[in-house]
């Protein structure tokens, strides 16, 4: 599905090319359209995923752990059946899988998932689902594609308009939607080390090595109705900076090895 985009891409080129489109309107008309539907698709996508797990019911109990989906059959499997359990930190999901191939599959869409996934580990034994020895965390390269293509389309527009201007106005809102794409891909964290008393975050340009002494807090965030910039969890991480005056906060997202692992690893520190 997440495809789509890039196929629109490639069949807007088509129509580039063999209908020998050279006017700067319809070039720029063809970027912001490639721009509009990659962003607009994945955000349809990560919303109906959200929406549709967000409505499953997790239920623990002693002896088992019991899935409720609406217009789904419930599915529940005794901790003793428990035949394998897979962390796909990649995907921010738990899949448990019982002996006789029942499986509930529990995303970070479920409310307080965090939180649900520590009473897992308590009750299975589990110490391997979250690995708090990482100490290098990297934002996937799915991630790393959407902001480079967005980044490319964005700088291919504004060199457009810069050679072929079009109105005052146009041009003016291009720029201005230019730099604030390019500051918030360039300023975002894109990984992690974790030394043993404090932490390097990794930009595009440059990096900021923040001291344990120095962070203020660190919260999970994983509620879909509460998080303002993001439908997907991300860690907040806090810092007051020497001689700063306001606290400095990072919505770090999207990394590879694991959310639960980045926070659990940060609150170590």
């Known amino acids: 599905m997440m495809l789509i985009p890039f196929l629109a891409l490639c069949c807007l080129m088509y129509v580039l090319l063999t209908h020998e489109i050279n006017s700067h309107q319809s070039t720029v ?39 409720h989906t609406p217009n789904v059959r419930e599915i529940e499997i005794r901790w003793k059946d428990i035949s394998d359990i897979k962390d796909m930190i990649h995907l921010q999901r738990l899949e448990i899988i019982g002996c006789e191939d029942d ?7 479920v409310q307080n998932f965090s939180s649900l996934i520590q009473v897992i580990v308590e009750q299975t034994k589990q110490s391997r689902i979250i ?8 934002k996937s390269a799915w991630w790393k594609a959407r902001q480079w293509i967005g980044l490319l389309a ?21 720029y201005v939607f230019s730099i604030a794409v390019i500051w918030g891909i360039t300023s975002n964290v894109w990984s992690i080390d974790i030394e043993d008393a404090s932490i390097i975050l990794h930009k595009i340009v ?4 923040v001291h344990s002494s120095e962070i203020k807090d660190v919260a999970y965030r994983d509620e879909y109705d509460h998080n303002m910039h993001s439908n997907e969890p991300y860690v907040l991480l806090e810092v007051m900076r020497k001689n700063a005056k306001k606290l400095q906060s990072f919505e770090l997202e999207g990394y590879r090895e694991g959310l639960l692992s980045l926070g659990e690893s940060l609150k170590r520190l």
Not at 103 to 109: A, N
């Open 29 to 67: 008309a063809i970027f912001l359209i490639i721009v509009g539907i990659q962003q607009g698709w994945i955000m349809s996508v990560n919303h109906y995923t959200c929406y549709k797990r967000g409505r499953d019911r997790i239920i623990i109990s002693d002896e088992s752990i019991l899935c």
């Open 103 to 109: 499986k509930i599959v529990i995303g970070y869409q």
């Open 131 to 138: 690995n708090s020895k990482l100490n290098h965390f990297s």
């Open 154 to 174: 964005v700088v291919l527009i504004s060199i457009s308009v810069f050679f072929n201007p079009i109105t005052a106005w146009f041009d003016a809102i291009i």
């Open 206 to 209: 440059g990096s900021i090595t």
